[in-house]
């Protein structure tokens, strides 16, 4: 059974420091990852999508990258600031499943302050 | 891109009574529905998925079932709610497998 891992599960940075979050699974075979973002009490906001081919990608300030072999994505969020404020979520789509299921994991909460 | 409209957006229930959250699609056509559960300090619990009209399938046992009447229209509903019912539905979709999921706004239940 695929388990999605995102430690750590809170981080505080000051602004203007770089983040790194880390998303790890024990099956590498996925069709692909993505990131999303949740602000309190609302929905989930995609980020960036990865396939199980490649091996980053890039959007703005952030960048994702993925190692399949090892079981692991880390996202990146450059020059961070007040606003990046929120919960950041990996999930992996099941590739033995046709129904593309997710497996989530549980999140890192981060706070960027002032 | 996909837009999913969720309704209402927060809602309280006393125990016993009847529920009914809507889900709707814009922006796509035949995707694959899902919905989702998160309780308080935790991850998201797949509850039941669609691949067409009239086609679900559960993930866990429990109180609640899904319809999917219309393409783009996935419904959740409970006869009778329970305690352990309350939290945050959330409804998403995708197209293909290769392409990204997208997730409606969300609807805080609370059971009283």
């Known amino acids: 059974k695929q388990e999605v891992t995102q430690i750590p599960a809170a981080l505080s940075v000051p602004e203007g420091e770089n983040l790194v979050l880390n998303c790890s699974f024990t099956?590498?075979?996925?069709?692909?990852l993505q990131w999303f973002r949740q602000d309190p009490g609302k929905g989930l906001t995609s980020l960036l999508l990865?396939?199980?081919?490649?091996r980053e990608q890039t959007s703005g300030r952030l960048n994702a990258s993925l190692d399949k072999s090892s079981g692991r994505s880390t996202l990146y969020i450059a020059a961070s600031q007040p606003g990046d404020s929120a919960t950041y979520l990996c999930?992996?789509?099941?590739?033995?499943?046709?129904?593309?299921?997710?497996?989530f994991g549980a999140g890192t909460q981060v706070v960027v302050t002032p | 891109s996909q837009t999913i409209h969720q309704w209402p957006a927060t809602l309280v229930q006393p125990v016993g009574s009847p529920l009914s959250l809507e889900c709707t699609v814009e922006?796509?056509?035949?995707?694959?529905l899902y919905w989702y559960r998160q309780a308080a300090g935790r991850g998201l619990q797949l509850l039941f998925y669609?691949?067409?009209?009239?086609?679900i399938s559960s993930e866990v046992p429990q109180n609640l079932s899904a319809s999917r009447p219309q393409d783009r229209q996935f419904i959740l509903s409970s006869k009778k709610l329970l305690l352990s019912d309350s939290g945050f539905y959330l409804c998403?979709?995708?197209?293909?497998?290769?392409?990204?999921?997208?997730f409606g706004q969300g609807t805080r239940l609370t059971v009283v």
């Open positions: 990865i396939q199980s081919s490649q």
């Open positions: 099956d590498s075979a996925i069709y692909n």
């Open positions: 998403a979709c995708h197209g293909t497998l290769h392409t990204e999921a997208f």
């Open positions: 922006g796509t056509s035949n995707p694959n």
């Open positions: 999930a992996v789509r099941l590739p033995s499943d046709s129904w593309g299921k997710f497996q």
């Open positions: 669609s691949v067409g009209i009239g086609q």
